[in-house]
């Protein structure tokens, strides 16, 4: 990570805590414009809660985390979700076409316009056929339906992914094709990338920074190249052996 | 007339039923005997506080009484949701029921009934219990279905709160859901009513020598009011609760479901 540019998100000391049990304990990290930072860890081990702290879809108990300089709680909730956007494991497609899962937005926000040429090159962008507008979203494959739901975060304009295991579903050709596509839209849009994954070759190819996370503790950070010789630890190796 | 005695030989329909549930080895005998004395004794006290009510000529003993009828009603109805204790339960209950009753049974008297004076008893107390009762039915069936659909729908509620959404957007699809839900028994007999059976009001009326042309234009009055009631109450409660089930910072409350997953 470079010291010159400020971070554009930076967590300070984040801890969670609910009926007793720490989630997350006091993990530090920061995220860089335009990185791709990949969080490694078991399941359970707190990843998709640390996800959920960053967009304040849950409120940590403990410490700080600050996006373009200023505290997350000084943004309205809404307004830092549009920026901060996370895609969820399972994509969920609400009832009806494609089209009506890309502006579901509209159904709250009178101001959001788009256009078909928009919506088709938003489509086009995650690797889908423009043709597919007007099908029902849920009799998609679950990696069309992956791309969708990436489409329609990318329709809010968005300045950070927060990917939460998105390819866990896929096979993993199917896998890499769509980290290829957030690959380069991340170049196209300037995005930063934070993903969590339990799949230690995907982070190794996409990511440029990691962090291993295990028990709600973040042990080692460090460029890809740490997840080659991980400090001995039991849950580490165990990842190591797992398939993806 | 049907006499004391008469009531007594009626006694004969439970006894063939308890005969056929201990035939067919059922069980619920107790409950049906415990069933049998309770509604007897329950609706002889009834019978002797709605004359004494009847013969009152001060609009105080009305309102007290309505209000009176209205707490019970929100304390059995805050006793049935003890599964997903909500804040305040008792108290929005108690003031969805007595706005419904202000609209629907002011209207009414008001505008349909034109009795004199406004609190006339034989209108008001019959009336308003059938508006309470009906209220309390349709909030209890729509605040069960919203809690179970808000839980069903946790991963599209976080999907939704990521683009951005605000908390009534979100709870919207649940509301929708739980109202509906509410409705469809009330919109089912309106589509049955005159059908198959005759309603209950108009079978009192039709006993008691009214001519039928007359016993259908309260029917059709009442169950124009069942179902109003039913959506004014039904909003009304939904409206201070679905609130409840995110925080300040727009994000899902789990206390409320069940399984507290996050």
Known sequence: MTEQTPPLIKCQDVSYNINGNSILDSISLEFQFKSWTGILGPSGSGKSTFLRCLNRLISFSDGSITYHN????????????????LIQQKPLMIP?????????????DPEFKTTNSLLEKTLNQVGLQALILDQDARSLSSG???????????????????LDEPTSNLDPRLARQILDTIQSLAF???????????DHSLLKKYATD?????????IETGPPTILDHPREHDSIQFLMKEPS | MISWTDVFVSLVLIGITIVLLKWWKIGLTKSLMWGTVRSFVQLTIMGYVLTFFFQQHHWTFMVGLLLLMSLIASYEGNRRSKDHPIPHYFLILFGALVFTQIVVLGAILQFILNVEPWYYPYAMIPIAGMIIGNALNSI???????????????????????????????AQNSIRAAIKAALLPVLNSMMMVGLVQIPGVMTGQILAGIDPLIAVRYQIMIMYMWVTSAVIADILVLTFIYKQFFTSSDQ?????????SK
């Open chain 1, 210 to 218: 990691v962090g291993i996370m295990i028990n709600g503790k973040l």
């Open chain 1, 188 to 198: 196209e849009n300037n995005l930063t990338i934070i993903m969590v994954s339990h």
């Open chain 1, 144 to 162: 069309e339906q992956q791309r969708i739901s990436l489409a329609r975060g990318l329709l809010n304009n968005p300045e950070v992914l927060l």
């Open chain 1, 70 to 85: 200023k505290p997350i709680e000084s943004y309205p909730p809404s307004k830092l979700r549009k920026k901060i956007c």
């Open chain 1, 96 to 108: 009806g076409s494609v089209r009506e899962n890309l502006t579901v937005v509209k159904d709250w």
């Open chain 2, 140 to 170: 209890t069936l729509t605040v069960n279905r919203f809690v179970a659909e808000m839980e069903h729908r946790e991963a599209e509620m976080e999907m939704m709160l990521s683009l951005g959404a605000p908390i009534r957007a979100v």
């Open chain 2, 252 to 260: 899902i409350n789990y206390t409320f479901f069940r399984r507290n």
